[in-house]
């Protein structure tokens, strides 16, 4: 059984650029969630993926976006980098709909805007 | 807007002992809670959970205890080693219907000395 990865692993971006994130759910599982870690927080939840389509969406503005493939994989796109977009992104896969709490989450990509 | 707090940023205890963390939440149409462990450069990994019709729930070493009315959870680690280091994080669910975000605590990082 292979588990929730992410790529890439650290990434460095100028402030107004653009960015894309990675991430492939772990074997049978269908819906993906995006969080953000600040430094010293807890995650945030961004948005959840289910079967393609956005199912649920955090305290995040619309330059915060992804994608679901059929494959289940997914993407966090963020347009217009600002500092305080400096975070550990992490991504949870789960089975079904709301219906298994249970997030199993990939270690992450490090985000530094300078 | 805190609806989980964790209000103790660290905690140590010796090898052997019992290790008390502890949770408040806010939002009483919480559905369900979980415990996460992280380790460093790794994904938080799911540890124990707690539905609100329960207020126990025992795993190995690992109990999680709820008490509703004074919307509190604590996560009971009996005896300790120094393998559960970790920082932890407790998380709770809105109802089934919100799309399984999880909205986590700041988090307690425990130290568990030899």
Known sequence: ETGVTQSPTHLIKTRGQQVTLRCSSQSGHNTVSWYQQALGQGPQFIFQYYREEENGRGNFPPRFSGLQFPNYSSELNVNALELDDSALYLCASSLGQGYSYEQYFGPGTRLTVT | ?114
């Open chain 2, 1 to 114: 807007d805190q609806q989980v707090k964790q209000n103790s940023p660290s905690l140590s205890v010796q090898e052997g002992r019992i290790s008390i963390l502890n949770c408040d939440y806010t939002n009483s149409m919480f559905d369900y809670f979980l415990w996460y462990k992280k380790y460093p450069a790794e994904g938080p990994t799911f540890l124990i959970s707690i539905s609100s019709i329960k207020d126990k729930n025992e795993d190995g070493r690992f109990t999680v205890f709820l008490n509703k009315s004074a919307k509190h959870l604590s996560l009971h680690i009996v005896p300790s080693q120094p393998g559960d280091s970790a920082v932890y994080f407790c998380a709770a669910s809105p109802e089934r219907n919100q799309g399984g975000k999880l909205i986590f605590g700041q988090g307690t990082e425990l130290s568990v000395k030899p």
